[in-house]
C-alpha cells in the first residue's frame, strides 16, 4: 500500500526566507505527484503536478522536482510572503486501476510572518 | 485551472435527517469523480470513487448505504449522507481528473449534525 510521509508538519519562518517542504512515497511506481495548497476551511488549490517521467515543475515563485526512483519529492517556494501562509499537501497518483486515485501525505502547515 | 463546485457549501442539520452534496465539474466533463473526507487536522481520507452510469467504489470501512453516491452526468456526482448522525459531522470534498489525470478540487462542504 502506498503511504506518502511530508516533513516538516509545521514550518514558521519570517518573510523573504526560502523555504523546502518534503515529501516521500513508498512505492516508486507512480503516475503523478501533485502538490496542493489548503486554506483553513477551504477545498485544495493545485499547485504543481509533476508526471512519472518529469523531474520537475516550476510555476512562479514554486519549484517542485521529483526523484521517483528513491520515493522523494520536494517543493521549493522562493521568497516566502505571508500570503504563503497554508497548508501544503503532497499526493501521488498510481496506475493501473487505481488510476486518479489519489494518497494523500498529512501536509506541512507553513506560517511566514511579516 | 479547471472549475469544480460544491453544494452547499455549509449545512447544519438533525440526527436522523439525509443530507445531500452536490459535486459539479464546471467546464470539462469527468467519468470519475472522488469523494474525500477530512477531520480537523487531518489530512484527506478518501471514501469512494463515483462513476458515471455504474456503482461506485466505496474504501474499505465506508458504509455504502450510509453513503450514497450518484454519477448521474458526466458533470454531476452526489453524495447522500443517510440518517446523519453527530460522528458524520466533517468537511467533505469532492474531485474529478481532467486531462493527464489532474486532479481538481471542490470548495467543499461543512456538515455539521447537531
Known amino acids: 500500500k502506498q503511504e506518502v510521509t511530508q516533513i516538516p508538519a509545521a514550518l514558521s519562518v519570517p518573510e523573504g526566507e526560502n523555504l523546502v517542504l518534503n515529501c516521500s512515497f513508498t512505492?516508486?511506481?507512480?503516475?503523478?505527484l501533485q502538490w496542493f495548497r489548503q486554506d483553513p476551511g477551504k477545498g485544495l488549490t493545485s499547485l504543481l503536478l509533476?508526471?512519472?517521467?518529469?523531474r520537475e515543475q516550476t510555476s512562479g515563485r514554486l519549484n517542485a522536482s521529483l526523484d521517483k526512483s528513491s520515493g522523494r519529492s520536494t517543493l521549493y517556494i522562493a521568497a516566502s510572503q505571508p500570503g504563503d501562509s497554508a497548508t501544503y499537501l503532497c499526493?501521488?497518483?498510481?496506475?493501473?486501476?487505481?488510476?486518479?486515485?489519489?494518497?494523500f501525505g498529512r501536509g506541512t502547515q507553513l506560517t511566514v510572518w511579516p | 485551472g479547471a472549475v469544480v463546485s460544491q453544494h452547499p457549501s455549509r449545512v447544519i442539520c438533525k440526527s436522523g435527517t439525509s443530507v445531500k452534496i452536490e459535486c459539479r465539474s464546471l467546464?470539462?466533463?469527468?467519468?470519475?469523480m472522488f469523494w474525500y473526507r477530512q477531520f480537523p487536522k487531518q489530512s484527506l481520507m478518501l471514501m469512494a470513487t463515483?462513476?458515471?452510469?455504474?456503482?461506485?467504489?466505496?474504501e474499505q470501512g465506508v458504509e455504502k448505504d450510509k453513503f450514497l453516491i450518484n454519477h448521474a452526468s458526466l458533470t454531476l456526482s452526489t453524495l447522500t449522507v443517510t440518517s446523519a448522525h453527530p460522528e458524520d459531522s466533517s468537511f467533505y470534498i469532492c474531485?474529478?481528473?481532467?486531462?493527464?489525470?489532474?486532479?481538481?478540487f471542490g470548495p467543499g462542504t461543512r456538515l455539521t449534525v447537531l
Open positions: 474531485s474529478a481528473p481532467r486531462g493527464d489525470n489532474e486532479q481538481f
Open positions: 512505492d516508486s511506481a507512480i503516475y503523478n
Open positions: 509533476i508526471q512519472s517521467s518529469q
Open positions: 499526493a501521488v497518483t498510481v496506475g493501473g486501476s487505481t488510476l486518479g486515485r489519489l494518497y
Open positions: 467546464d470539462f466533463q469527468a467519468t470519475t
Open positions: 463515483s462513476n458515471e452510469g455504474s456503482k461506485a467504489t466505496y
